[in-house]
């Protein structure tokens, strides 16, 4: 007999081949790494191209506006009760999800002379309470996750020094907060547990030329927009584009990030490298971490270690259609990352891997359907006492 849950996604499938037969012509809306809108370039650019002036007609007082809205689906082979283990935005089992409405305000700044621009993230919905950082509080179902003004430098090269003061999203990792931005539907484990969300502090950005950029930060801590301890953290980013078809991309972070703890140390680093050939897109990220021994930890008297390694591959099948997949691995070794999620009692390393499947369907104007599989597997029993769970999700994105 079928569950209620599986009716729900059949439904679904049946309503996203109709969207794939319908006869719409396709607006550009773009889930990969290749082009993003401002809020997300960002992360990657130190000196934002979609943020920067252009020649085009001055939107009221240089404001302009963007944003979208989503909602979800998700249903899971092993649920907790209404529950999906280790998830992040796609934490409910077998209901509908009032995801996001996102709005984003920018102030574009002037590269080339002095200048100033603002830039702001506000997240409506249930996605929101898994952004909040310590020390900022909208209620569980609101969050502004970027607030920063930005002062620019000219120099000679014309690209400018930037100086940025505020909340801002992380530079860490392939995948973004803003989800219809991401190649898939799901987020990976790396984001989950390997990376911080937000940053509060300083960040000054350069664009050397053409292939270096490099972006170095002053923070809080991770997540914190009041500092827990009395020592801040820092954060350095070396990007390069050797070609317009490939980046590569080193970061650090060190800093204590434990509550009343000045002392214990977490220090890791990232590599991300991306290729695009044709329509073919191919990502890769590699991450390594360590914390010293403090009493948040399970065993307070070792470090703590972790790595975790991801692939994308991302597949343009045609203006309508494109395909996603994503591997990822995570070592836990001692649970550190992941064992409150999980629910571990113990410092037993935690395995943690999973492979994606999403369809990115672009048949509707200004929207995305994203059915996506997905499969997980842990070695401890996490998933309603198995080692493993299956997931179907859904979800549809409004985008302006």
Known sequence: MKTPGTYKAASLLACLLFALATPVDAQTIVASTSTRPDSA????DSVPRASEKTDEAEPPLGITLSGYVESAFNV?????????TGRLYERTNNQ??????????????????????????????QNAQMLQSSGFNLGPNGDVYQLYGTLNFPTPNGNGVQVRLGRMATFMGVELIETPLNPNLSIG???????????TGVSVEHRFNSVVDMQVRVLNGWDQVQDVNDRLS???????????????????????EQESNNTALRTGAEIMASRKVGKVTLSLQGDVGREQQNEALFDPTTDAAWWA????????AT???????????????????????FGLLGTEGHKLGSATATL????????LLRPEVRFDRSSQLVFNGKTSQFTFGMSAAYLF
């Open 309 to 316: 390694t991801s692939g994308w591959l991302v597949i343009d």
């Open 234 to 256: 820092y954060m350095a980013r070396l990007g390069l584009s050797p070609d317009a078809a490939t980046t590569i991309t080193v970061e650090g972070y060190v800093g204590p």
């Open 96 to 125: 509908f999800s009032l995801n996001a409405l996102k709005l984003t305000l920018d102030r574009a700044h002037d590269p080339k002379k002095m200048d100033a621009g603002l830039h702001a993230d506000v997240v409506f919905g």
């Open 189 to 199: 484990n790396a984001f989950i547990y390997v990376e911080n969300f937000t940053q």
């Open 41 to 44: 370039a960002a992360r990657r």
């Open 76 to 84: 899971s082979s092993r649920p907790n009760g209404s529950a999906i």
């Open 319 to 341: 203006p309508k259609v494109g395909v996603a997949l994503r591997a990822d691995y995570l070592n836990d070794r001692n649970s550190a990352r992941t064992g409150a999620a």
């Open 360 to 367: 990115n369907v672009k048949s509707f104007p200004s929207m």
